[in-house]
C-alpha cells in the first residue's frame, strides 16, 4: 500500500529537479574526458540530480541504469519514504515510441507521483495528446496517482512541466486524461559556468 497523496506538489517535484539537474548538466564540471553520446551525458546528470533529491528528502532510491535500449540508455528509479514507493521515475530520450514505452512502464507502476523525464524540441502538443491517450487507455489507474511529465529544453536553458492528477480508481475518459501546465512552468535550466 503506499500513500494516497503524493509527497510534493507537482511545482515542486519539477522545480527541485531541475534545480538539480541544472547543477550537474556539462559544462559544471569539466571531469575526466569520454566518448560518449548525448543521451548518455543526459542521463548520468538526471540520473544525478534524482538521486540528490531522494537524499535531500531522505527517501531511499532504487534504480537501474540498464535498460533493454543498453546500458546508461534511460533513467528507471523508485523512491520509498519508509518501505512504501513514493515516486517512481522514467526518462525517453529517442522516438516516440520510446516514449510510450517509458510511459507504459510508468502506467503499470503503482505509486502515488510519477514522473516521465524527456526532450521535445517541437509538438509538445502531440507528445502530451499521446500521454492523454495513453493514460485514457488504461483501465487501472487508483485515485491520487499524479503524472508529471518533464520536457528539458537544454537549448533554450528550461524545463516545461505538466501534470496529470486522476481522481477516480479504474479507468479514466479523454477529457480527464488531459495534462495541464504545472505552475511556475517553465522552469530554469541554467548551466553554471566554471570561473578561472
Known amino acids: 500500500m503506499f500513500p494516497s497523496e ?3 506538489t507537482a511545482a515542486k517535484l519539477a522545480k527541485l529537479f531541475t534545480a538539480r539537474l541544472a547543477e550537474r548538466l556539462p559544462g559544471t564540471d569539466t571531469g575526466d574526458p569520454e566518448i560518449t553520446d548525448k543521451r548518455t551525458c543526459w542521463n548520468k546528470a538526471c ?29 528507471d528509479a523508485i523512491l520509498y519514504k519508509n518501505d512504501a514507493p513514493v515516486l517512481v521515475i522514467g526518462s525517453a530520450w529517442s522516438d516516440r515510441a520510446e516514449l510510450d514505452r ?18 521535445c524540441k517541437k509538438s509538445q502538443k502531440d507528445v502530451l495528446d499521446q500521454l492523454s491517450h495513453a493514460a485514457a487507455c488504461f483501465p ?4 491520487g496517482e499524479e503524472y508529471v511529465a518533464i520536457n528539458i529544453a537544454g537549448a533554450e536553458q528550461q524545463s516545461f512541466a505538466t501534470a496529470l492528477r486522476l481522481t477516480n480508481d479504474g479507468p479514466v475518459s479523454p477529457s480527464g486524461a488531459q495534462f495541464y501546465d504545472v505552475e511556475g512552468s517553465p522552469f530554469p535550466l541554467r548551466v553554471a559556468r566554471l570561473h578561472h
Do not use: C, N, T, W
Not at 534524482?50 to 533513467?75: H, K, N, Q, T, Y
Not at 517509458?102 to 526532450?119: D, N
Open 47 to 75: 540520473h544525478a540530480a534524482v538521486d540528490s533529491l531522494a537524499r535531500s528528502l531522505e527517501f531511499r532510491m532504487i534504480s537501474s541504469p540498464v535498460s533493454e535500449f543498453g546500458p546508461e540508455r534511460e533513467v
Open 102 to 119: 517509458s510511459f507504459h512502464r510508468l502506467l503499470l507502476m503503482k505509486a502515488p507521483q510519477k514522473m516521465l523525464i524527456y526532450s
Open 6 to 8: 503524493p509527497v510534493l
Open 140 to 143: 487501472y489507474h487508483l485515485a
